[in-house]
């Protein structure tokens, strides 16, 4: 099992960014995907995931309508699309895989995952 992460940046306040999380080894479709995210001093905290069996998304409220998760199942792809990037969006960037998911889980914690990608820095300037 092996993701990895691309598309990270420098961007100005208020541009885009599109990350990138590829795996290969396995295919996402019985795994749900997250994106994280941990600025300096701060601690590792989740921005979005995408469960693919059923197309369910999940979003932290700080990105809420600035940030889309996607697929692309033949590429075994999923981005996080970020609009509207804001000096707080500043961190690395991770995503991360489990196939581990149960009623009740929490889809933007971190702890329910099992494998990570090595990360991609994600800079936003004001």
């Known amino acids: 099992v092996q993701l990895v992460e691309s598309g990270g940046g420098l961007v100005q306040a208020g541009g885009s960014l599109r990350l990138s999380c590829t795996a290969s080894g396995f295919t996402f479709d019985d795994y749900a995907i997250g994106w994280f995210r941990q600025a300096p001093g701060k601690l590792r905290e989740g921005v979005s995931c995408?469960?693919?069996?059923?197309?369910?998304?999940y979003y932290a409220n700080s990105v809420k309508g600035r940030f889309t998760i996607s697929s692309d199942n033949t590429k075994n792809t999923v981005y996080l699309q970020m609009n509207n990037l804001e000096p707080n969006d500043t961190a690395v960037y991770y995503c991360a895989v489990t196939n581990n998911y149960y009623t009740d889980w929490e889809p933007l914690g971190d702890y329910e995952y099992d494998y990570w990608g090595q990360g991609t820095q994600v800079t936003v300037s004001s």
């Open positions: 995408f469960v693919a069996d059923d197309g369910a998304t």
